[in-house]
């Protein structure tokens, strides 16, 4: 089949969650179909991981022309001037438009997108978010499905709840709002939506009864991921680590919580442990833990995060807001690392409390938790096989992506 992928995002580097899953299916989709690939170029997303944009630019379409028959990049209008978008966001609030679907409004990939379909023939079209909805129109006699990463009405319902600002609160509780309306309209339209997790499945159906949903799950990939032989005696450590985009707002709020709340509880119990936060644009409310104390490292982005993840004695992900499945977490197992998070964080994954993961809520239950693991050598290194063995069963990207090629022949016809 000639499938047409449209994209928010350059699906390169697969660094970060939205980035490996779009870029894993993509390139598992291409062995069984010809892929061609649309895709806006969020700047902040890929210029952390290069000199210039247009190495960025440069290097993605080399690596994905690799698996995709053709690709193209087109910058995003709202980008130009934050006052663009400060002007969407606040035309929002008088219309019915949510934000999230106005910021991808493109003159220039609409004429694109009409001209292609035109000298272009498409079996099948994949819109990659719900903000590419504004194109449907255009495609409307293919069949297409919606990827959704997260329940985006969900996500940002649940953030109201949660931001102390009276004027956020407000405006994200109106915006999910405004989503949800336009998911329950549209999602419909399309020959199925798919979601990385049950939950999210069964949240989609409730709020969109007439649309129909597959659950197609994040995953990993499992041979880039794989446990490592130490280079250290782990028993003799007591290390951390988190990672994360650290400018997303609920990687931003882990890390305030393992510093605010977890961190000095640990320091009384094990006053040697160190912890080492990856992620791009980490914020100064972060990197000011890391001024203050040695042992607290924030390291921005690194060559090989699988390194870092190796070094650590346990993996620790407080995660208390966002959607869809966490790939951090995911990353972890495939690594066999004994991994201690909410349950939030792991939503989506399939997990058992005590056999594959250890689950925490609260800044003592993490503490208590995390100093049981770095003394307690045969519940750690269970929980790490445990969790390598999850991964392979279930969250291979190889059997994902089949997965993904079988629902679209399915609902093509």
Not at 9 to 33: A, C, F, T, W
Not at 47 to 76: H, R, T
Not at 136 to 161: G, W
Request: proline share 5%; aromatic share 12%; charged share 25%.
């Amino acid at each position: 089949m000639n499938i047409l992928w449209l994209s928010h995002l350059i699906p390169y580097p697969p660094k970060g969650g939205v980035l490996q899953r779009s870029y894993n299916m993509i390139k598992e989709l291409s062995k069984y179909h010809d892929v061609h690939l649309l895709a806006f170029n969020q700047k902040d997303l890929i210029g952390p991981f290069y000199p210039s944009i247009d190495d960025a630019l440069s290097d993605s379409k080399k690596n994905l022309s690799k698996f995709c028959n053709e690709v193209y990049f087109f910058d995003i209008p709202s980008d130009k001037n934050k006052l663009t978008k400060l002007w969407l966001a606040f035309r929002s609030v008088f219309t019915k438009e949510p934000y999230n679907i106005n910021w991808l409004k493109s003159k220039k990939f609409e004429h694109f997108l009409e001209s292609y379909l035109k000298n272009t023939s498409f079996d099948f079209v994949v819109f990659d978010t719900i903000s590419l909805i504004l194109y449907f129109d255009l495609c409307s006699d293919i069949p297409s499905a919606l990827d959704h990463h997260n329940i985006e009405s969900h996500m940002l319902i649940r953030r109201a709840t949660k931001e102390d600002n009276f004027l956020k609160r407000w405006y994200f509780k109106q915006e999910g709002q405004r989503l949800k309306r336009y998911e329950k309209k549209f999602c419909p339209n399309y020959s199925f939506n798919f979601t990385c997790s049950s939950v999210d499945s069964q949240r989609l159906r409730e709020l969109s009864p007439k649309s129909t949903v597959e659950t197609i799950p994040n995953g990993v990939d499992i041979s880039y991921f794989y446990p490592w032989e130490s280079t250290k005696d782990q028993d003799q450590t007591k290390s951390l680590i988190f990672a994360g985009t650290l400018s997303w707002y609920p990687n931003t709020e882990a890390v305030l919580f393992i510093a605010q709340k977890i961190w000095p509880l640990l320091k009384q119990e094990a006053p040697d442990v160190v912890i080492d936060i990856i992620g791009a644009n980490p914020p100064p409310q972060i990197q000011q833990y890391a001024e203050q104390d040695p042992k607290f490292r924030v390291h921005g982005l690194v060559d090989d995060l699988r390194a870092m993840i190796n070094s650590a004695t346990v993996y620790i992900c407080p995660i208390f807001d966002g959607g869809g499945t966490k790939l951090k977490i995911l990353d972890a197992l495939a690594m066999g690392k004994a991994i201690i998070a909410t349950r939030l964080a792991c939503e989506g994954i399939e997990v058992t409390n005590g056999l594959d993961v250890l689950f925490a809520e609260t800044p003592e239950e993490f503490a208590t938790g995390v100093v049981e693991l770095f003394s307690n050598t045969s519940a750690r290194k269970r929980l790490g096989h445990n969790a390598r063995k999850l991964a392979e069963e279930k969250y291979s990207y190889t059997f994902i992506g089949k997965s993904l090629s079988v629902a679209i022949e399915k609902h093509s016809k």
